[in-house]
């Protein structure tokens, strides 16, 4: 991890640079801060003055400025004050769909470099009203969209930022709310820095927290995510470029999806990161998800330090085969450490606009789970220090899953599923599930049921070298219950 620090101090130093050259007042490029008249036009010009002179901040006093698509150019940074308000346009025609990304957005940057959004103000792209402005133009017949389950495709939607290809950028104390698709997404990137964001993106469907696809030295801290799609969501789309070297410390998520989610998109892959002091509360599905699906690969992971409240699953690993394309994807060296996490038995994000489904039954509350395929095994994965407390009231008379070798071996492999914890139904856990790995250790793990369930706490299916270390197991009405069931597998010696 030294190297992300190398970079996080050129990236300041770089940015500092920019920031002392010089200060302009967007006002006195004409804006009108009446959050009336549109802005675009005139916020351009002074982006590219500044950027033509330069280099300097952009700085937006308390008001509302009334914007469509903006494009940020190289040694400028966007400053809004508190109380500043960037105010996405509802009118769907005042955006742009960059040809080169292939998707909205509200403020573009293609291959730049020194830039940044910063300062206590915010951008509120009015997503939603966008979005249903949107509907209502396609309906008409003026715009050509599927319109597939009656919303526009999410790359017609204007995100409030996307970052294609750029070099120092630096996003720090600002608000982002309310885009009509994903909020935030960093493509590409080298030396990302994103400090003391707050994030309220669950006004319109796929308003992802944000998303950081295949970008270099990154780092993300001090933030609070309020997502109704995935919080922190690291993607891979492009086979031949990697997300690496990445830092995330002290952030706090909520989500109607996943919390911090590595894939999918995950063709690529995902190296070297660090996640630190991580929280997660009434979320739906799970706090951690590891995907290696679509032929990349996952490695070198340390998570230390996560605290899970009313979260429907706390660790997902997965290796799948969907977009492989003749790639072999895999997954190893995972460290987990020092978790505290609550499993509710009933919806955590219930009542939350765009709430995640109601899922088709039959399933108990699923287990955390770790599964890999037949051929493409998860490997060295270590669960140290971890505490999660379950509902139980696993019901064998509702849905079932035994301990069998035919019962286990009826569970599907799913290799093209989407990853989701929830994917395989009824799993014959309540606390940890493991099939297709190979060195998975625990150590100083302890499981609680509130209820008794039917099944045992921990099953592990095709395991080898298990390494199972002061396993405590509380359950209702156990009593000498087997709480560790191995199948088809070999302890480390």
């Known amino acids: 991890m030294r190297g992300i620090t190398v970079f996080l101090t050129t990236v300041l130093l770089s940015l500092s640079i920019i920031v002392q050259a010089r ?49 940020l150019k190289s040694n400028v940074i966007l400053h809004l004050k508190k109380g500043a308000v960037l105010l996405g346009s509802v009118n769907p025609f005042d955006y742009e769909k960059n040809k080169y990304i292939g998707w909205t957005s509200l403020i573009f940057a293609i291959k730049q470099d020194n830039i940044g959004i910063t300062g206590g103000g915010m ?18 017949g003026l715009v050509t969209d599927p319109l597939k389950y009656d919303r526009p ?32 997404t960093y493509d590409q990137c080298k030396n990302l820095y994103v400090d003391s964001i707050r994030v309220d993106s669950k006004n319109y469907w796929n308003n992802d927290g944000i998303d950081v696809v295949d970008c270099d030295s990154v780092v993300i801290r001090n933030s609070y995510f309020d997502a109704a799609d995935d919080v922190i969501c690291f993607k891979s789309h492009d086979p031949a470029k990697i997300c690496q070297n990445v830092i995330v410390d002290n952030c706090t998520g909520r989500s109607s999806a996943n919390g911090l989610k590595f894939g999918t998109v995950s063709r690529g892959g995902f190296r070297n990161f660090k996640v630190t002091n991580l929280k997660i509360i009434d979320t739906y599905r799970s706090a951690i998800t590891f995907a290696a699906v679509d032929g990349g690969l996952v490695e070198n992971i340390v998570v230390d330090g996560v605290r899970s409240i009313n979260t429907g699953n706390v660790i997902y690993l997965r290796i799948g085969d969907r977009w492989s394309n003749g790639k072999q994807p895999y997954m190893k060296n995972i460290r987990i450490s020092n978790v505290y996490a609550e499993v509710p038995a009933t919806k955590p994000d219930a009542g939350y606009s ?47 899953r035994g301990l069998s070798k035919a019962e286990l071996e009826s569970i599907p492999e799913m290799p093209a599923a989407y990853p989701e914890f929830s994917q395989f139904k009824e799993l014959p856990a309540w606390g940890f599930y493991v099939r297709h790995a190979d060195g998975i250790r625990f150590s100083n793990i302890t ?10 706490a921990i099953v592990l299916d095709d395991v080898k070298g298990a390494a199972l270390d002061k396993i405590n197991v509380t359950e209702p009405g156990a009593g000498k219950k087997k709480q560790v069931f191995l199948h088809n597998t070999t302890r480390s010696k």
């Not at 140290?384 to 064998?396: A, D, H, L, Q, S």
């Open 23 to 71: 200060d302009y007042d967007v006002l006195s490029f004409g804006a009108k801060k009446d959050g009336m008249h549109l802005n675009s036009a005139i916020i351009q010009g002074a982006i590219d003055y500044i950027h033509e002179n330069g280099g300097g901040r952009l700085v937006f006093e308390e008001g509302q400025y009334l914007t469509g698509t903006l494009f």
């Open 123 to 140: 951008i509120d792209g009015r997503g939603f009203r966008t979005a249903n402005n949107m509907v209502a133009n396609i309906q008409k």
């Open 153 to 184: 495709n999410e790359t017609n939607r204007p995100q409030n930022i996307y970052f294609r290809e750029c070099n120092n950028v630096r996003i720090t104390g600002t608000t982002l709310k309310d885009p009509a698709s994903w909020n935030q």
């Open 354 to 400: 765009y709430e995640g489904p109601i899922e088709d039954l039959p399933r108990n509350i699923s287990p955390a789970s770790i599964v890999g395929l037949p051929q493409y095994r998860i490997q060295d994965v270590t669960l140290e220090n971890i505490e999660i407390v379950y509902p139980g009231g696993g019901n064998p008379h509702y849905a079932r």
């Open 447 to 456: 499981l609680r049921a509130r209820e008794g369930d039917y099944r045992p």
